[in-house]
């Protein structure tokens, strides 16, 4: 009987049919490209068994001049430096000091404390830290006040509350001895208001097609009321952060991983320094700090609101002075296609600025002017302010309704899975989108939300060497490629992981592992065929002696009939052939690994290559 040998081709097609993609792919989860050929993907760990507060959607990597790593995450509530991959430490900047004038008040029974504080100005989920408070008189301690807390709500303007714990973290309870109010020296260091875990549509520029409503419909965009995302690049040893629509601040990093980020217009020698912002960044060789959608100045001084289309940037090697002088290079330019700036990436020799609606090139041309800009196109704008990346062949990105990349000009990027995509995300929360690279197997992604989901929960990968798609189903929030680090790090269900290490998930089997072919056929369709064998051809990785994958063999004698299983079978390395009895029209073959059984399936890879079934004629009908 003949054998017959598949080779399928490369990438996962779905702009079609599973009919008239035969001899392709039509399906995968958890699956790369290595070459032509179809791999598990490579696994992940916990970093470290530390956790953050908030979901992290920033990560910058960094050395310092002794070779100290920092690594900056940017999450919800807080931002965390790791140095040298110790555990994380809390540099969140301080937004006000309240001195001598909180106090506070215990229910007997209730672990709730209410705090007083005249015009506090924090909003739930916001972090403060008590000193100099004294006993209540009952379990409320001094060492129970004085210590970090969330707050929990807040009432009014002057009061808010939190949630009683000992040093250990456990709740206590106040007593009928809990009477007093703390005494009369108590601070509070309040860090910066947190951020929302959601995209808010209707908030702020762009909101709607200009002149549909009333002028002024649309409430201001502030970091508040809108979704937490943080910009961040290094000014040499130093690190510069913006919180999106919110604050610019610089942490020194003389003064170490014990001092906290401040403003950058509190920083010694500042001189109009930008108090808000939407991005901020250092440009490459002239080493300026740039704020894009800066607040303007006037009357002598920052407004201290963001203009969604002003660029900023400071004297050359100076992040402090921002004053545009005849004797420096600070000055500002402004954009003028689109409504709003959405982001900014570096690039070869250009830093690359989409709004809303078109990207421009931004380039150092020298004094008197420092800046120019380049219009390169229009409609093509950025789906989020993470949603572009820097691979070796340009920069990709992202829009609401293509790919896109950039190599000295603007083109539009062939998806064969396009329509899988953008029928079937979540627009709506398309500014959590985040984009990301993987040198090592020469792949660029996205990560984002499916229609099903306001979060994260799918991903979108592309082979720029081998020119082929695949997706699947994972939950990243943030992405950082090798290089300051040993591994790819990205974050999920407050973990920092590292990616590419080994083919668990954390330890634990991979599951729900596959990828599926489209219908295969002999004579046209017009036969019947029958299956009876199967010779595989897998490649097993990291642990050949143990892995295990299982064949699946699909039929359906029509396109529009439902897919039948017919055999499956478990492989492993020993295995020579497997016997199967199938008869239809069309078969679909399909290679998964739930790795359920962690005796067989302990960390292991696998590649398949050419498959080989026995099939004969089998008559019509």
């Known amino acids: ?40 993907i490579g696994g992940w760990r916990k970093d470290s068994s530390s956790t953050f507060i908030g979901t992290c959607r920033a990560l910058h990597g ?22 040298n991959n110790a555990d994380f ?20 029974g209730s672990s709730t404390i209410t705090a007083t504080d005249s015009s506090h100005g924090a909003v739930i989920g ?43 973290d456990a709740t206590v309870t106040a007593n009928a001895s809990d009477s007093g109010n703390g005494g009369s020296g108590v601070d509070g260091a309040y860090q910066i208001n947190c951020g929302l875990d959601v995209y808010v549509q209707s908030t702020g520029w762009g909101a709607g097609l200009w002149g549909a409503s009333t002028w002024g419909s649309s409430s201001a965009l502030t970091s508040v009321n809108q979704l937490r995302l943080w910009s961040h690049d290094h000014f040499g040893e130093d690190l510069l952060m913006n919180v999106r629509a919110g604050g610019v601040y610089y942490w020194d990093e003389s003064s170490g991983t014990s001092s906290r980020a401040v403003a950058l217009s509190e920083i010694s020698g500042a001189n109009l320094a930008p108090t ?118 340009g920069v990709f990105w992202m829009s609401t309704d293509n790919f896109y990349v950039y190599n000295g000009s603007v083109q539009k990027l062939p998806c064969s899975v396009h329509s899988y995509v953008f029928d079937d995300i979540t627009l709506g929360q398309a500014h959590k989108t985040f984009a990301f690279s993987n040198a090592q197997f020469d792949e660029i992604g996205w990560f984002y939300c ?60 991979m599951t729900n592992v596959y990828i599926e072919s489209s219908d295969l056929d002999i004579g ?24 295990q994958v299982n064949f699946v063999l699909k039929t359906r004698d029509y396109p529009g009939d439902s897919l039948s299983t017919k055999s499956t079978n478990a492989l492993t390395s020993t295995t020579q052939k497997k016997d199967m009895r199938a008869r239809a029209r069309q078969a679909v073959i399909r290679f998964e690994s739930d790795d359920d059984d962690t005796t067989a399936n302990d960390d292991v890879g696998w590649r398949i290559g050419a498959t080989r079934l026995e099939i004969r004629g089998d008559g019509r009908r």
């Open 62 to 83: 960094w050395v310092d001049l002794e070779g100290t790593r920092y690594l900056g995450l940017g999450t919800t509530n807080k931002y965390y430096l790791e140095e």
């Open 276 to 393: 808000v912002g939407l991005q901020v960044l250092v440009s490459e060789t002239d080493r300026h700090v740039i704020v894009l959608g800066a607040d303007p100045v006037s009357g002598g001084s920052r407004s201290g609101s963001v203009d969604p289309m002003l660029i900023a940037f400071s004297d050359q090697e100076n992040a402090a002075e921002w004053e545009s002088l005849t004797t420096n290079t600070a000055g500002s330019l402004r954009l003028s296609e689109g409504s709003m700036i959405i982001g900014g990436l570096k690039a070869r020799q250009e830093i690359l600025i989409w709004t809303d609606t078109s990207l421009y090139s931004m380039q150092f041309i020298g004094p008197p002017y420092t800046f120019g800009l380049n219009l390169l196109n229009k409609g093509s704008g950025l789906i989020s302010p993470n949603g572009a990346i820097n691979a070796a062949p």
């Open 126 to 168: 916001d972090f403060v830290t008590i000193s100099g408070a004294v006993s209540l008189g009952g379990n409320v301690t001094a060492a129970v006040l004085n210590q970090e807390y969330q707050i929990v709500t807040v009432p009014t303007a002057n009061t808010y509350t939190f949630t009683a714990k000992d040093t250990s």
């Open 1 to 40: 009987m003949p054998l017959a040998k598949f080779i399928l081709k490369p990438g996962v097609d779905r702009e079609g049919t599973s009919y008239d993609n035969e001899g392709g792919w039509f399906d995968s989860n958890l699956i790369r490209f290595n070459r032509g050929r179809p791999q598990k």
């Open 450 to 509: 499916s229609s099903s989901s306001t979060e994260i929960d799918r991903y979108v990968c592309y082979d720029y060497v081998d020119n082929v798609w695949t997706y699947g189903n994972l939950s990243r929030t943030a992405w950082l490629d090798q290089g300051i680090v040993n591994y790819p790090r990205a974050t999920a269900n407050n973990y920092l992981y590292e990616h590419e290490f080994g083919y668990n998930d954390d330890g634990s089997p």
């Open 89 to 108: 430490t809390d540099i969140t900047p301080i937004r006000k000091t309240s001195t001598n004038s909180i106090t506070f008040s215990a229910t007997n």
């Open 524 to 547: 046209e369709g017009e036969e019947f065929a029958f299956i009876s064998k199967l010779i595989p051809d897998v490649r097993f990785l990291n642990n050949s002696s143990g892995g």
